[in-house]
């Protein structure tokens, strides 16, 4: 490993962790805007990159950045949900996904494919 970044590329919805330049993972994201929430539905690291805590490193930074835009976290995602039960301090800041995020984040993932 080099030079470990983590950074939101906002026109894909996700936050990427890099090595030198190279994507090895993401957190992808749907924001509803008019509600300020912002639901994590995918977390992945490259397989090689895998035990190395740059899972959590993502997460940290990605759910740090959510908090500081003022949006609420609704963690879908099995990684993220474990991250925030491990670690408490975010809990004003997360709302338990409802059927009704899980209805917003088809139709925003249906409406990407169609694009």
Known sequence: ???IIVRNNAERSRFEILDAGAVIGQAAYVDDVGADQRIFYHTVISE????????GTLAAQALD???AAGLLIVPVCPFIKKYLGKHPGYSANVLAPT???LE???AALAQRVRQ
């Not at 090689?48 to 899972?55: H, I, K, N, S, T």
């Open 1 to 3: 490993m080099t030079a």
């Open 48 to 55: 090689e990159y895998g035990g190395r805590g740059l899972a």
């Open 104 to 106: 917003f984040l088809s």
């Open 65 to 67: 950045e959510t908090v």
């Open 99 to 101: 059927p009704s995020h």
